[in-house]
Protein backbone atom coordinates (compact mmCIF):
# COMPACT_ATOMS: atom_id res chain seq x y z
CA UNK A 1 0.00 0.00 0.00
CA UNK A 2 1.27 3.35 -0.89
CA UNK A 3 2.43 5.80 2.10
CA UNK A 4 2.22 9.74 1.81
CA UNK A 5 5.43 11.50 4.16
CA UNK A 6 4.81 15.08 4.93
CA UNK A 7 8.33 16.78 6.66
CA UNK A 8 7.50 19.24 8.39
CA UNK A 9 4.68 18.71 11.51
CA UNK A 10 4.42 22.70 12.32
CA UNK A 11 6.02 25.23 10.44
CA UNK A 12 6.53 29.73 11.34
CA UNK A 13 7.08 31.49 8.85
CA UNK A 14 6.98 35.86 8.89
CA UNK A 15 5.18 37.55 6.50
CA UNK A 16 6.77 37.46 2.89
CA UNK A 17 9.03 34.55 3.75
CA UNK A 18 8.89 31.90 1.39
CA UNK A 19 7.20 28.67 2.31
CA UNK A 20 8.28 25.13 0.97
CA UNK A 21 6.20 22.14 2.30
CA UNK A 22 7.56 19.02 1.79
CA UNK A 23 6.27 15.81 0.46
CA UNK A 24 7.12 12.20 -0.13
CA UNK A 25 5.36 9.13 -1.54
CA UNK A 26 5.80 4.96 -2.01
CA UNK A 27 4.38 3.72 -4.57
CA UNK A 28 6.47 2.95 -8.39
CA UNK A 29 3.36 3.04 -10.56
CA UNK A 30 1.59 6.34 -12.15
CA UNK A 31 -0.47 8.63 -9.18
CA UNK A 32 -2.16 11.40 -9.34
CA UNK A 33 -1.08 13.83 -6.59
CA UNK A 34 -3.28 16.86 -4.46
CA UNK A 35 -2.72 19.46 -2.25
CA UNK A 36 -5.40 20.35 0.30
CA UNK A 37 -5.75 23.08 2.90
CA UNK A 38 -7.71 23.29 5.79
CA UNK A 39 -8.26 27.25 6.89
CA UNK A 40 -9.64 27.32 10.97
CA UNK A 41 -13.12 26.56 10.89
CA UNK A 42 -13.54 26.15 6.81
CA UNK A 43 -14.22 22.29 5.15
CA UNK A 44 -10.76 21.11 3.28
CA UNK A 45 -10.38 22.61 0.00
CA UNK A 46 -8.11 21.31 -2.88
CA UNK A 47 -5.22 23.81 -3.65
CA UNK A 48 -3.75 21.96 -6.89
CA UNK A 49 -3.51 18.64 -8.83
CA UNK A 50 -0.86 17.15 -10.61
CA UNK A 51 -2.75 13.90 -13.13
CA UNK A 52 0.41 14.12 -15.65
CA UNK A 53 1.73 16.74 -18.51
CA UNK A 54 4.17 19.60 -16.86
CA UNK A 55 5.41 18.61 -13.65
CA UNK A 56 5.41 22.03 -12.12
CA UNK A 57 1.60 22.57 -11.35
CA UNK A 58 -0.40 26.31 -10.39
CA UNK A 59 -3.11 26.22 -7.80
CA UNK A 60 -5.16 28.57 -6.09
CA UNK A 61 -3.65 31.99 -4.15
CA UNK A 62 -0.25 31.82 -5.82
CA UNK A 63 0.10 28.52 -4.46
CA UNK A 64 2.82 25.97 -6.69
CA UNK A 65 4.32 22.32 -6.33
CA UNK A 66 6.42 20.24 -8.48
CA UNK A 67 6.56 16.96 -9.42
CA UNK A 68 9.77 15.71 -9.37
CA UNK A 69 9.05 11.56 -9.99
CA UNK A 70 12.53 10.57 -9.76
CA UNK A 71 12.43 11.42 -5.97
CA UNK A 72 8.99 10.47 -5.27
CA UNK A 73 8.40 14.14 -4.61
CA UNK A 74 5.40 16.95 -4.96
CA UNK A 75 6.71 19.87 -3.11
CA UNK A 76 4.30 22.52 -2.28
CA UNK A 77 6.04 26.43 -2.91
CA UNK A 78 4.23 29.74 -2.59
CA UNK A 79 7.23 32.48 -2.83
CA UNK A 80 5.74 35.16 -0.09
CA UNK A 81 3.23 34.09 2.15
CA UNK A 82 0.22 35.93 3.86
CA UNK A 83 -1.24 35.56 7.51
CA UNK A 84 -4.18 34.33 5.68
CA UNK A 85 -2.02 31.45 4.49
CA UNK A 86 -2.44 29.86 7.95
CA UNK A 87 -3.88 26.60 7.80
CA UNK A 88 -3.03 23.06 7.76
CA UNK A 89 -2.28 21.51 4.46
CA UNK A 90 -2.24 18.28 3.31
CA UNK A 91 -0.49 16.40 0.71
CA UNK A 92 -2.71 13.14 -0.95
CA UNK A 93 -1.91 10.54 -3.13
CA UNK A 94 -4.37 8.34 -5.34
CA UNK A 95 -2.71 5.62 -7.61
CA UNK A 96 -4.21 5.97 -10.87
CA UNK A 97 -7.58 4.14 -11.67
CA UNK A 98 -8.08 3.40 -7.74
CA UNK A 99 -10.68 5.22 -6.02
CA UNK A 100 -8.92 5.69 -2.80
CA UNK A 101 -6.41 8.57 -1.77
CA UNK A 102 -3.98 8.12 0.74
CA UNK A 103 -3.20 11.39 2.97
CA UNK A 104 -0.01 12.86 4.81
CA UNK A 105 -0.40 13.60 8.38
CA UNK A 106 -0.31 17.47 7.70
CA UNK A 107 1.37 20.19 8.05
CA UNK A 108 0.23 23.34 9.90
CA UNK A 109 1.84 26.32 9.09
CA UNK A 110 2.00 29.58 11.34
CA UNK A 111 2.33 32.91 9.73
CA UNK A 112 3.46 35.61 11.90
CA UNK A 113 2.49 39.29 10.85
CA UNK B 1 -18.02 21.43 -1.20
CA UNK B 2 -21.21 23.71 -0.74
CA UNK B 3 -23.47 20.63 -1.72
CA UNK B 4 -21.84 18.18 0.69
CA UNK B 5 -24.15 18.83 4.40
CA UNK B 6 -22.81 16.89 7.57
CA UNK B 7 -25.16 17.13 10.59
CA UNK B 8 -24.78 17.56 13.24
CA UNK B 9 -21.47 19.88 13.49
CA UNK B 10 -21.22 18.85 17.03
CA UNK B 11 -22.23 15.70 18.56
CA UNK B 12 -22.27 14.16 22.01
CA UNK B 13 -22.94 10.53 23.22
CA UNK B 14 -22.19 8.89 26.24
CA UNK B 15 -19.58 5.55 26.38
CA UNK B 16 -21.27 2.61 24.66
CA UNK B 17 -24.01 4.30 22.52
CA UNK B 18 -24.20 3.35 18.84
CA UNK B 19 -24.51 6.94 16.97
CA UNK B 20 -25.13 7.36 13.49
CA UNK B 21 -23.36 10.73 11.85
CA UNK B 22 -25.23 12.29 9.01
CA UNK B 23 -24.38 12.86 5.23
CA UNK B 24 -26.11 14.18 2.14
CA UNK B 25 -25.08 15.39 -1.24
CA UNK B 26 -26.40 17.01 -4.07
CA UNK B 27 -23.45 17.37 -5.98
CA UNK B 28 -24.78 14.01 -8.21
CA UNK B 29 -21.10 11.80 -7.39
CA UNK B 30 -21.26 8.29 -7.50
CA UNK B 31 -18.80 7.82 -4.72
CA UNK B 32 -18.82 8.89 -1.34
CA UNK B 33 -16.51 8.13 1.53
CA UNK B 34 -15.72 8.69 5.13
CA UNK B 35 -12.71 9.83 6.81
CA UNK B 36 -11.32 9.81 10.26
CA UNK B 37 -9.40 13.42 11.25
CA UNK B 38 -7.22 13.08 14.56
CA UNK B 39 -4.57 16.00 15.58
CA UNK B 40 -1.18 15.03 14.47
CA UNK B 41 -2.71 12.00 12.19
CA UNK B 42 -3.93 13.40 8.92
CA UNK B 43 -7.24 11.52 7.04
CA UNK B 44 -7.74 8.17 7.71
CA UNK B 45 -10.51 6.49 5.35
CA UNK B 46 -12.72 4.40 7.09
CA UNK B 47 -15.55 3.33 4.33
CA UNK B 48 -16.02 4.40 0.50
CA UNK B 49 -18.71 3.45 -1.34
CA UNK B 50 -18.68 3.70 -5.67
CA UNK B 51 -22.35 3.38 -5.82
CA UNK B 52 -25.49 2.89 -4.54
CA UNK B 53 -25.73 -0.56 -2.72
CA UNK B 54 -21.93 -1.14 -2.36
CA UNK B 55 -19.19 0.07 -0.34
CA UNK B 56 -15.61 -1.36 0.83
CA UNK B 57 -13.67 -1.00 3.98
CA UNK B 58 -11.31 1.45 4.13
CA UNK B 59 -8.09 1.66 6.88
CA UNK B 60 -9.30 1.23 10.14
CA UNK B 61 -13.07 0.07 9.42
CA UNK B 62 -13.26 -1.73 12.66
CA UNK B 63 -15.77 -0.45 15.31
CA UNK B 64 -18.01 1.48 12.19
CA UNK B 65 -20.96 0.45 9.61
CA UNK B 66 -22.02 2.65 6.68
CA UNK B 67 -24.99 2.51 4.61
CA UNK B 68 -25.46 3.64 0.66
CA UNK B 69 -29.24 2.58 0.01
CA UNK B 70 -29.47 6.54 -1.94
CA UNK B 71 -26.98 8.21 -4.03
CA UNK B 72 -27.41 11.21 -1.97
CA UNK B 73 -26.92 9.99 1.08
CA UNK B 74 -24.65 8.02 2.78
CA UNK B 75 -24.59 7.36 7.10
CA UNK B 76 -21.62 6.28 8.96
CA UNK B 77 -22.55 4.66 12.45
CA UNK B 78 -19.71 4.38 15.01
CA UNK B 79 -21.14 1.39 17.42
CA UNK B 80 -19.81 1.02 20.54
CA UNK B 81 -17.01 -1.29 19.58
CA UNK B 82 -15.60 1.31 18.21
CA UNK B 83 -12.43 1.86 21.53
CA UNK B 84 -11.69 5.67 20.60
CA UNK B 85 -14.39 6.82 19.08
CA UNK B 86 -13.76 10.79 19.77
CA UNK B 87 -12.70 12.48 16.44
CA UNK B 88 -13.67 14.40 13.41
CA UNK B 89 -14.84 12.76 10.75
CA UNK B 90 -15.33 13.79 7.46
CA UNK B 91 -17.42 13.53 4.80
CA UNK B 92 -16.24 13.58 0.84
CA UNK B 93 -17.57 12.64 -2.42
CA UNK B 94 -15.49 12.18 -5.28
CA UNK B 95 -15.81 13.85 -8.77
CA UNK B 96 -15.44 11.03 -12.04
CA UNK B 97 -14.42 13.82 -14.31
CA UNK B 98 -11.85 15.65 -12.13
CA UNK B 99 -10.45 13.13 -10.30
CA UNK B 100 -10.93 14.81 -7.44
CA UNK B 101 -12.45 14.74 -3.88
CA UNK B 102 -14.80 17.46 -2.34
CA UNK B 103 -15.35 17.82 1.61
CA UNK B 104 -18.26 18.27 3.61
CA UNK B 105 -17.89 20.39 6.89
CA UNK B 106 -17.22 17.91 9.20
CA UNK B 107 -18.88 16.53 12.76
CA UNK B 108 -16.89 16.65 15.49
CA UNK B 109 -18.03 13.49 17.88
CA UNK B 110 -17.04 13.53 21.31
CA UNK B 111 -17.67 10.45 23.48
CA UNK B 112 -18.15 11.04 27.38
Known amino acids: AQSVSQHNHHVILSEAASLELGCNYS??????LFWYVQYPGQHLQLLLK??????LVKGIKGFEAEFIKSKFSFNLRKPSVQWSDTAEYFC???????????FGKGTKLSVIP | DGGITQSPKYLFRKEGQNVTLSCEQN?????MYWYRQDPGQGLRLIYY???????QKGDIAEGYSVSREKKESFPLTVTSAQKNPTAFYLC???????????FGPGTRLTVL
Open chain 2, 92 to 102: ATRSDSHNEQF
Open chain 1, 27 to 32: YGGTVN
Open chain 1, 50 to 55: YFSGDP
Open chain 1, 92 to 102: AVNVAGSYQLT
Open chain 2, 27 to 31: LNHDA
Open chain 2, 49 to 55: SQIVNDF
